[in-house]
């Protein structure tokens, strides 16, 4: 898991736009909070999805499964359990 | 008694019997006969009417925009489906006989043509905000705009059209001034289209954004409650036509053209707009092709 963090917090980094280092964030921090607009979070879903080689489903393209860094990891792990 | 059994070709081929609409070659592009402006007409005065002491600023533009307003509001980002772009011939004699000889061959000409700096104007109130820069006054800004407007959404159902008329109105200020604002328009919208015995009703809805993102983009506005649509059937009853369409835009398009409230943060947008097509063929829909025949309440609404 905190190796996903790891590379949660990369994408971050690249495609969130946030106002603050994503480094600096706690698993918890509101990603929307920390200046992520709408716009934004559909890039980070995109690039979640190469990145762990992974497909949303529909029913997970919504604000709370990209709300921070643990919950982004939470749906991961669901996405790619028994790998 | 309602025009037609909700169905989508019968209520077409009903409205260009009675001579409502006339039908001019391209899906969603049709021409208006004079007793369907008259309604149109008439019901876009009754808005003016109930909204008249609120004292909006009154502006129109042509139906086409600075192609950086589409780039400025990341248009393209959301709706690459619907965009209208003008192209046209900036080639000399030569390419001007080429394009010439492939247009009478029958071929494809598209490639003679390049990008101008207009596109279709894709909705009725963008062209307001860029007026907005700077910072607004205490009381913030409403203006009213009645505007063509263009979606490349090719059908042959009659209330989804590539080109048609809003009436719109468009507020900029304090979050709660914007926010309070819509929800008294909300109110009035459903009570006006109600008056003209229309079934309307409210709800929450959302843009149709392009794709896998836009399947995202769709769900973050209904659950931030940010656009609301007053729904009437038209066309069919287990899926209502959205006749009106309010949407909050939270700081937007104060951020991208730089739209201060007088505290120095930036200001937020809300706009509404009335569907002008949409509500005079709700109209047709639900009282029948002769207006002579309308319930009276509803003519004396609309012919006071």
């Known amino acids: ?83 | 008694m309602t025009a037609t059994a909700y169905d989508p070709i019968a209520f077409h081929d009903g409205l260009v019997r009675h001579g409502l609409i006339v039908p001019a070659g391209v899906d969603g592009i049709f021409g208006r006969g004079a007793v369907f402006e008259d309604v149109l007409a008439r019901f876009d005065k009754l808005i003016l009417g109930i909204a008249e002491k609120d004292d909006a600023q009154v502006l129109l533009f042509p139906p086409t925009i600075d192609r950086s307003i589409i780039e400025k509001t990341h248009y393209m980002d959301s709706f690459p489906h619907l965009v209208g772009a003008v192209y046209s011939f900036f080639g000399k004699e030569l390419g001007a006989r080429q394009l010439s000889e492939q247009i009478n061959a029958g071929e494809a000409w598209g490639e003679h043509l390049a990008m101008t700096h207009v596109c279709l104007n894709p909705a009725a109130c963008y062209p307001v905000y860029p007026t907005f820069a700077g910072t607004v006054p205490e009381q913030g800004r409403l203006v009213t705009l009645f505007a063509w407007v263009f979606r490349h959404e090719p059908s042959i159902e009659p209330t989804r059209m590539q080109a048609f008329r809003i009436r719109e109105y468009v507020r900029c200020g304090t979050p709660e001034q914007v926010v309070e604002w819509r929800n008294m328009w909300l109110q009035r919208g459903v009570e006006l289209l109600q008056s003209l015995g229309l079934p309307a009703r409210s709800d929450v809805a959302a843009d149709p954004f392009f794709g896998k993102g836009g399947k995202m983009l769709a769900t973050s506005q209904l659950e931030q409650e940010l656009k609301f649509e007053v729904l009437v059937p038209v066309i069919s009853e287990q899926n209502p036509t959205a006749t009106c369409s309010f949407n909050y835009h939270q700081d937007k398009f104060g951020e991208a053209f730089g739209i201060k409230t007088p505290d120095g943060q930036t200001a937020h947008t809300a706009c509404l707009g009335f569907g002008l097509e949409r509500v005079t063929m709700a109209l047709f829909q639900t009282h029948g092709f002769d207006p002579a025949a309308w319930p009276a309440p509803v003519r004396q609404l609309l012919w006071a």
């Open chain 1, 1 to 83: 898991m905190s190796e996903n963090a790891a590379r949660i917090r990369a994408v971050l980094k690249d495609h969130a736009r946030l106002n603050r280092d994503a480094e600096t964030l706690d698993d918890d921090s509101d990603l929307y909070q920390a200046g992520m607009t709408s716009h934004a979070s559909v890039n980070v879903m995109l690039a979640l999805e190469g990145e762990f080689d992974i497909e949303f489903p529909d029913h997970m393209l919504k604000r709370s499964v990209f709300e921070s860094v643990g919950a982004i990891a939470a749906a991961i792990g669901e996405l790619t359990e028994g790998r």
